[in-house]
């Protein structure tokens, strides 16, 4: 069964500082990884998508990238800014039909 | 181009009470998937559908929930004598078949009282 997790559960950083989040998996035969945004009591935006034969994608500010031998996929934020707060949420798709998502990393970028 | 809707966005009930949901997905979206996420949790998935019919349903989906669509457009999701561990954020998303990327709703926040 695929295991998600994200670490850090929590993170703070002042405007201005580039950023990582971690996202790690279990069983590494994935058809692709995606990464979400979610606001407070809303839904879910997609940021990015990886394809299993994909080694990173890129929008605007955001990169994401995918060691599937490894098992993980990094976030990374430049230049964060206070609107990129929110939590961050990675999800593994195995089977081409269903996603299976990790905790989260609920992000604060203090002005 | 109108994305995911759901309805209603909020709902209240009593326990033991049946509630549904409905969930109309980017009209060309031929799959449709409804996940349940509890509070700082990860959404979990619950069932998914390609056209009208349901390909995969998750252990999550008791024998008090069912979902239907019927026409390969909506969905609709009812859970029957509803519980206090039913409360969660009910999501609905979909996709077209040959394009991995799913495309979420605004969510049903239930709240069992």
């Known amino acids: 069964k695929q295991e998600v997790t994200q670490i850090p559960a929590a993170l703070s950083v002042p405007e201005g500082e580039n950023l990582v989040l971690n996202c790690s998996f279990t069983?590494?035969?994935?058809?692709?990884l995606q990464w979400f945004r979610q606001d407070p009591g809303k839904g879910l935006t997609s940021l990015l998508l990886?394809?299993?034969?994909?080694r990173e994608q890129t929008s605007g500010r955001l990169n994401a990238s995918l060691d599937k031998s490894s098992g993980r996929s990094t976030l990374y934020i430049a230049a964060s800014q206070p609107g990129d707060s929110a939590t961050y949420l990675c999800?593994?798709?195995?089977?081409?039909?269903?996603?299976?998502f990790g905790g989260g990393t609920r992000l604060m970028v203090k002005p | 181009d109108t994305g995911v809707s759901q309805d209603p966005r909020h709902k209240i009930t009593k326990r033991g009470q049946n509630v549904t949901f409905r969930c109309d997905p980017i009209s060309e979206h031929n799959r449709l998937y409804w996940y349940r996420q509890t509070l700082g949790q990860g959404p979990e998935f619950l069932t998914y559908?390609?056209?009208?019919?349901?390909?995969?349903k998750s252990r999550l989906l008791s024998d008090r929930f069912s979902a239907e669509r019927p026409k390969g457009s909506f969905s609709t999701l009812e859970i029957q004598r509803t519980e206090q561990g039913d409360s969660a954020m009910y999501l609905c998303?979909?996709?077209?078949?040959?394009?991995?990327?799913?495309?979420f709703g605004p969510g049903t926040r239930l709240t069992v009282t």
């Open positions: 999800a593994v798709d195995n089977a081409g039909n269903m996603l299976t």
């Open positions: 998303a979909s996709s077209l078949s040959g394009n991995p990327e799913q495309y």
């Open positions: 559908f390609q056209n009208e019919a349901q390909l995969e």
């Open positions: 069983d590494s035969a994935i058809y692709n």
């Open positions: 990886i394809q299993s034969s994909q």
